[in-house]
């Protein structure tokens, strides 16, 4: 089992950046594959980026892809997400999930782990 803790949203201008974290509180986190996913309010809950148990296969949703960066630092039982260039539309409720034992995942059923949420608002 693992717990996950999201820290690092809050408000901040269009173009602008903010660094996420998950802390992950268990055994063998490395042997989870972790994601990032938002929501904003009415719409459903999306997958934004997720990164493999070792780091070596990432993948990015298109809306976010060359402004976002995932890592994990396995020693630290961590994952980040880097946002970068933030757009208003870019505003949700982000979500760290974890997954054991299988490969990096894009839907969200395959995910048994999920942190509280932090929320991320960009202001025009």
């Known amino acids: 089992q693992v717990q996950l803790v999201e820290s690092g949203g809050g408000l901040v201008q269009a173009g602008g950046s903010l660094r996420l974290s998950c802390a992950a509180s268990?055994?063998?986190?490395?042997?989870?594959?972790m994601g990032w996913f938002r929501q904003a309010p009415g719409k459903e809950r999306d997958i934004v980026t997720g990164?493999?148990?070792?780091?070596?296969?990432?993948y990015y949703a298109d809306s976010v892809k060359g402004r976002f960066t995932i890592s994990r630092d396995n020693a630290k039982n961590t994952v980040y997400l880097h946002m970068n260039s933030l757009k208003v539309e870019d505003t949700a409720v982000y979500y760290c999930?974890?997954?054991?034992?299988?490969?990096?995942?894009?839907?969200?059923?395959?995910?048994?782990?999920w942190g509280q949420g932090t929320q991320v608002t960009v202001s025009s």
């Open positions: 999930a974890a997954r054991y034992g299988g490969g990096l995942s894009l839907r969200s059923s395959d995910y048994g782990y």
């Open positions: 268990g055994r063998r986190f490395s042997a989870y594959a």
């Open positions: 990164i493999g148990w070792s780091g070596g296969s990432t």
